[in-house]
């Protein structure tokens, strides 16, 4: 299939999801671009997607360089501290923040406050990235001295499971722990999104409540 065929049918996903769940809200779509060309990239582009998400500098640079229109750029793998100070002019979004000197570098380096997303490890895995909840909370209360870090939201990856309960479970335990950490307005961390959900679980990400899904390879492909 087409990358066109592909965002229309993503597209109509999305909109049967949000039917299921009785949402009318937004739910963006960042397009993961970080396996494929700037000629793939540009071809998302074309379609009217301006979310763009990368995981890389060297990445991130080359679809830059090469491309001049309008785009929303997410920041979507582990940032290194010593990487910082080449990576927040260039993004809109962090969706990977999950230590106190990867904040502090931020604080340092930024001109104007960054989009976060504080990364949550819901599920435990040792496999994966992130602060445990509890962690999070702690967090989240720690960043509110820094007024160049704004944080958006929670970002988590699910289990890669064919048990769709166990997915749900994680997503609903990202989202309540959104709910608790915005009860708390904690300056600087408005906590009103979720990002969640990938190609292979983004329909039961957003019946919970994901506001960004993040898209690769069943939009795009792999390697193009």
Same mark, same amino acid.
């Given at each position: 299939?087409?990358?066109?065929?592909?965002?229309?049918?993503?597209?109509?996903?999305?909109?049967?999801?949000?039917?299921?769940?009785?949402?009318?809200?937004?739910?963006?779509?960042?397009?993961?671009?970080? @396996?494929?060309? !700037?000629?793939? *990239?540009? +071809?998302?582009? %074309? &379609?009217?997607?301006?979310?763009?998400?990368?995981?890389?500098?060297?990445?991130?640079?080359?679809?830059?360089?090469?491309?001049?229109?309008?785009?929303?750029?997410?920041?979507?793998?582990?940032?290194?501290?010593?990487?910082?100070?080449?990576?927040?002019?260039?993004?809109?979004?962090?969706?990977?923040?999950?230590?106190?000197?990867?904040?502090?570098?931020?604080?340092?380096?930024?001109?104007?406050?960054?989009?976060?997303?504080?990364?949550?490890?819901?599920?435990?895995?040792?496999?994966?990235?992130?602060?445990?909840? @509890?962690?999070? !909370?702690?967090? *989240?209360? +720690?960043?509110? %001295? &820094?007024?160049?870090?704004?944080?958006?939201?929670?970002?988590?990856?699910?289990?890669?499971?064919?048990?769709?309960?166990?997915?749900?479970?994680?997503?609903?335990?990202?989202?309540?722990?959104?709910?608790?950490?915005?009860?708390?307005?904690?300056?600087?961390?408005?906590?009103?999104?979720?990002?969640?959900?990938?190609?292979?679980?983004?329909?039961?990400?957003?019946?919970?409540?994901?506001?960004?899904?993040?898209?690769?390879?069943?939009?795009?492909?792999?390697?193009?």
């Amino acid at each position: 299939m087409t990358i066109k065929q592909n965002y229309e049918r993503i597209s109509e996903q999305i909109r049967s999801a949000k039917s299921r769940s009785n949402r009318d809200d937004q739910v963006t779509l960042i397009a993961v671009t970080k @396996e494929v060309s !700037v000629h793939v *990239a540009k +071809e998302v582009l %074309e &379609l009217g997607i301006n979310q763009l998400g990368e995981n890389r500098f060297e990445g991130l640079q080359d679809k830059q360089d090469h491309i001049n229109t309008d785009v929303v750029w997410h920041f979507i793998g582990s940032l290194q501290t010593r990487k910082v100070k080449d990576i927040i002019h260039r993004i809109d979004y962090l969706h990977s923040l999950d230590r106190m000197s990867l904040a502090n570098e931020i604080q340092k380096r930024a001109n104007e406050p960054l989009k976060c997303f504080i990364q949550v490890n819901i599920s435990g895995e040792e496999s994966k990235h992130g602060l445990s909840p @509890e962690e999070a !909370v702690n967090f *989240a209360r +720690e960043l509110a %001295e &820094l007024d160049k870090v704004y944080v958006v939201g929670l970002m988590t990856m699910a289990p890669y499971t064919e048990d769709q309960q166990v997915i749900r479970n994680s997503f609903k335990g990202l989202k309540d722990l959104q709910t608790k950490i915005k009860g708390l307005e904690i300056a600087n961390v408005p906590c009103n999104e979720l990002s969640m959900g990938m190609s292979n679980d983004f329909e039961i990400a957003i019946e919970e409540g994901a506001t960004f899904i993040r898209i690769g390879t069943d939009l795009v492909g792999k390697g193009r």
